[in-house]
């Protein structure tokens, strides 16, 4: 299957680096040199040209590719590409029509798509702006502070990334199977395991974990976190229930921030320095809940911040366009007190730099963008399709329970699912027509059309596939 990728940034680098292991024929195109000579390292063709060239894309292949990605910075850009790639594509006897998936970052563009418009005069199927499932990962990291990155499955299902820490003595050195006898409640489900100097493992009941391993853990819930990282050596500092928290920037981002904080029961302070954005918030439906203030002021004016008792806060976020102006504005609430602080950044490199510098948890935009991506790339799955942080070649993918697969009607103990391949959630629709998740614990039954959110080697997708009869 080809899959074409317009664009040669960090989003289509990390896009064709996670294909790559997947016999996907993919192709990258750009007019950007430096990027065209970056791209030239990976194990696919690269095309220079313009994505919204018809010529360009024909050369790359368009008439029998698959797949049609634009994900060049500029939203314009990505929506005339997917319009021509759309009308360039010819579509032989027997095959798939071509899937178009554009990156959007301006709401108004992604208000047009949910209205159905875009694909009418666009040609585009899939949309993605990963600004809802970034907000979650950041709300929800913010929990702990050891907590090394957060990835949200949907329904209040996440994977947490993490080290097994030096108290937890009476689980490494042992068998997982003997360490599992030791629990009156159930085990953590580890669905990967990082080793310095080694490769990814799903692990299995012989396998032994050490100090400092990398552990993916698959929790139910925020008040799942903690527990998890109790059980693995890890002392938990207090989070309020009810937090206070105060975001910087009454920006579209801002807003999205502090209703996810609002709906988690917090209270919610929005500073903003333009007047007009300040009033617009203040004016809304959302600005008339009793539990946020939204104040006109500068947000690195020690005399603002002192005002609000910015020390009495437990949660500070910056929602401003400029990464630098982010990490400025967190750390000096910081500095006055705010044990936990976060950031949404768009320098990947600088995720690691802002841990050092204390600030509680940021998250990378770009990655959200391309787990998004590869659940639309893979057109086959049910759902979600993710890459762990911190965990390379492991992967989660989303399968559907058909009466083909023979699953349904089964317990998960009866399924007999390799050793390979770790069920984490199962996906279910309740009485009242919305998913829930549900641990998969081996007496759990498997009804036909439950979605399992399963964990494996990027390898071993098209194994997993097949077991399901995809």
């Known amino acids: 299957m080809r899959v074409i990728i317009g664009g040669a940034g960090r989003v289509g680098i990390a896009l064709a680096r996670a294909l790559a292991d997947e016999k996907y024929d993919i192709v990258i195109v750009d007019n950007d040199s430096r990027a065209v000579t970056n791209a030239q390292a990976l194990d696919c063709l690269v095309v ?35 319009s021509i790639a759309e009308h360039a594509h010819e579509t032989a006897d027997g095959e798939d029509k071509l899937t178009s998936i554009c990156r959007l970052r301006t709401a108004s ?143 579209s981002i801002g807003t999205k921030m502090a209703k996810d904080w609002l709906a988690h029961g917090a209270t919610v302070t929005v500073l903003e320095r333009e007047l007009h954005l300040a009033n617009k918030l203040a004016g809304s439906k959302m600005g008339g809940d009793i539990n946020i203030e939204v104040i006109h002021g500068d947000h690195l004016d020690r005399s603002v911040l002192e005002e609000i008792s910015i020390d009495g806060y437990d949660v500070a976020l910056s929602a401003l366009d400029d990464d630098h102006a982010n990490i400025a504005a967190v750390l000096m609430m910081s500095d006055l007190g ?84 770790r069920p984490a959630f199962i996906k279910r629709r309740n009485i009242g027509g919305s998913w829930e998740s549900i641990d998969p614990q081996p007496d759990e039954l498997l009804l036909e059309n439950d979605r399992i959110v399963l964990f494996c080697m990027k390898d071993k997708v098209a194994d997993a596939q097949k077991r399901f009869k995809v």
């Open 338 to 421: 705010v044990p936990h602080t976060g950031l949404m950044l768009y320098d990947a490199d600088l995720v690691k730099v802002t841990q050092r510098m204390g600030i509680s948890f940021a998250v990378d935009r770009h990655r959200v963008a391309v787990n998004n991506i590869l659940s639309h790339v893979h057109r086959s799955l049910s759902g979600h399709y993710a890459l762990l942080a911190e965990l390379p070649n492991v992967v989660g993918i989303t399968l559907k329970v058909t009466e083909r697969a023979k699953f349904a009607g089964k317990r998960v103990s009866d399924a007999k699912f390799p050793e390979w391949m």
């Open 109 to 251: 563009y992604v208000d047009e798509f949910n209205q159905g418009h875009l694909t009418q005069w666009a040609k585009v199927d899939h949309v993605v702006n990963p600004l809802h499932g970034a907000i979650q990962r950041l709300n929800a990291g913010l929990r702990s502070t050891d907590i090394e990155e957060v990835i949200p499955f949907g329904e209040e299902a996440y994977v947490i990334e993490f080290d097994i820490g030096e108290t937890a003595r009476n689980i490494v050195g042992r068998p997982l199977k003997d360490v599992k006898d030791d629990f009156v409640h159930a085990f953590p489900n580890i669905v990967g395991v990082k080793r310095d100097g080694q490769r990814s493992f799903i692990p299995n009941d012989e396998s032994v974990l050490e100090v400092g391993d990398r552990l993916a853990v698959a929790v139910i819930g925020l008040d799942g976190f903690n527990p998890a990282l109790i059980t693995f050596g890890h002392e938990i500092s207090y989070f309020p229930e009810n937090p206070k928290v105060v975001i910087v920037g009454a920006s």
């Open 48 to 82: 220079n040209g313009n994505i919204t060239s018809r010529e360009v894309l024909l050369e790359a292949g368009i008439t029998y590719a698959s797949v049609f990605v634009a994900a060049t910075p500029s939203d314009e850009t990505n929506l005339i590409a997917c």
